[in-house]
């Protein structure tokens, strides 16, 4: 960052004070926060639909709901959002694609065809915008998705063609590491489950861990690529049992180094995944966090900051594990405006963090192994009404971002301009 403290403004000199009065350094919580690159999903943009030549609304347990005008149609246009979007978020961040969003001019490529060549447009605008890519195999969405099986299906015809589109999107995930110069998470998840009282549970998960133990014997450089199983309680259409559940994936991701990749929405509705970064911090090297918010049945609504992302940022903040988690975020809202959806998740994920690295760490820490529980308890409590919000505003300043709520006028007038006129 390039800043003189001649800039500060009089808030931020205050709260800087208020903090250092508590032993916390706000410049080391700003130089830390602005190294964190979250990885903005692109199907916040277009409500999870794709650009495939093909009627690709087939099965597969994800609903976007809402009819908000002015989604985007093409791939330049979901760009121009995304930039738009991102000019709003202060740091450097990665854009998280999913198969289905790549480039086919026109022709009917299926999932089990796609190849890096499908995905040079996205590869050439993040190299130009200098930001690097992620990327999700799509295993909904599709005719061969609709029985509600795809790699545990007992169909082999369609277990081997999910097979052979996941074994293709850990090759373009590997592409874009290497053509951005940036490793790239390639995440998998599967709607697989069914709606009712199942009675082969064991097969379908046997037959899961055998298309597993398939796609991944493939080594792949993980300077290109590394690779995240993502599992869910229940889907809809998926209520009563879903065969790559929590207990699934753990042991499998464990024994076979890939990355444990966690939904804050897909878990029972009391259950917090803070709780869980230390204990899975223990066996996994890496963790994938999908940023998300379930509201009842949806585990897809927009982030904002409540108590459930606090102590997953708390957790991994006070476990010093930034450098061996990856954010991204993971929510679909067609209901309102779509690159405001965008802002909305990614700052609150970030305010999220500052507020974890604003911490009294080290006095904290002394209440407790002196086992002064109350000033322990007390301290957490008067942390949050200390001036984050102004430690916030200096932070987006420095990035040169609009500070506050100054960027909902953005949105709004983007709107007017853009979104809005698109029919
Ligand atoms: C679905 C999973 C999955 C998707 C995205 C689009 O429940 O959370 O991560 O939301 O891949
Ligand atoms: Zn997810």
Not at 106 to 119: L, M, N, S, Y
Not at 161 to 170: E, K, L, S, T
Not at 352 to 372: A, F, K, Q
């Amino acid at each position: 960052m390039t800043h003189t403290p001649a800039a500060d403004s009089q808030s931020y000199s205050i709260a800087r004070e208020r903090y250092a009065a508590l032993g916390v350094d706000t410049e080391s919580a700003l130089t830390a926060l602005s190294s964190i690159a979250l990885s903005v999903n692109c199907w916040q943009g277009d409500d999870v639909t794709g650009f495939e030549q093909f009627d690709s609304t087939g099965g597969g347990g994800i609903q976007a709901t809402g009819n908000f005008p002015g989604k985007a149609r093409t791939p330049d246009e979901l760009r121009a959002d995304i930039t738009k979007a991102l000019s709003l978020i202060p740091g450097t961040h990665r854009v998280n694609l999913h198969a289905m969003y790549g480039e086919f001019g026109g022709a009917r490529v299926d999932r089990d065809e796609i190849a890096p060549a499908h995905f040079t447009g996205w590869i050439d605008w993040a190299k130009d915008k200098k930001l690097a890519l992620d990327f999700n195999a799509t295993c909904f969405a599709h005719p061969k998705a609709d029985a509600g099986f795809t790699l545990s299906s007992k169909d082999e015809a369609v277990r081997k063609f999910w097979i052979r589109h996941v074994q293709q999107a850990r090759e373009i995930s590997a592409a874009m590491g290497r053509a951005l110069g940036s490793p790239c998470v390639h995440n998998l998840w599967i709607p697989d489950g069914t709606k009712d009282a199942c009675v082969d549970k064991l097969g379908y998960r046997a037959l899961l861990k055998r298309s597993l133990d398939e796609i991944y014997a493939a080594k792949i450089d993980p300077a290109l690529m590394k690779d995240a199983v993502e599992s869910k309680l229940f889907g809809i259409g998926s209520e009563s049992f879903v065969v790559g559940s929590y207990d699934f994936y753990m042991p499998y991701a464990v024994t076979n180094g890939l990355m444990p990749c966690l939904d804050m929405g897909h878990y029972h509705p009391t259950e917090s995944i803070g709780d869980k970064v230390s204990a899975l911090l223990q066996y996994a090297p890496e963790l994938l966090f999908h940023v998300s918010r379930g509201v009842r049945w949806d585990s897809d609504h927009v982030v904002i900051l409540n108590d459930d992302l606090a102590a997953l940022t708390d957790e991994i903040v006070r476990s010093q594990a930034l450098a061996r988690v990856h954010f991204a975020l993971d929510f679909f809202d067609a209901s309102i405006n779509r690159i405001g959806a965008w802002v909305i998740g990614t700052r609150a994920t970030q305010k999220s963090l500052l507020r974890s690295l604003l911490e009294p760490r080290t006095t904290l820490l002394g209440y407790e192994e002196s086992e002064n529980n109350f000033a322990r308890l007390a301290l957490l409590e008067e942390m949050k009404l200390m001036p984050v919000g102004a430690v916030w505003d200096e932070f987006c300043t420095r990035m040169n971002v609009p500070p506050g709520a100054s960027w909902i006028a953005d949105v709004m007038s983007y709107q007017e301009t853009v979104t809005g006129k698109r029919s």
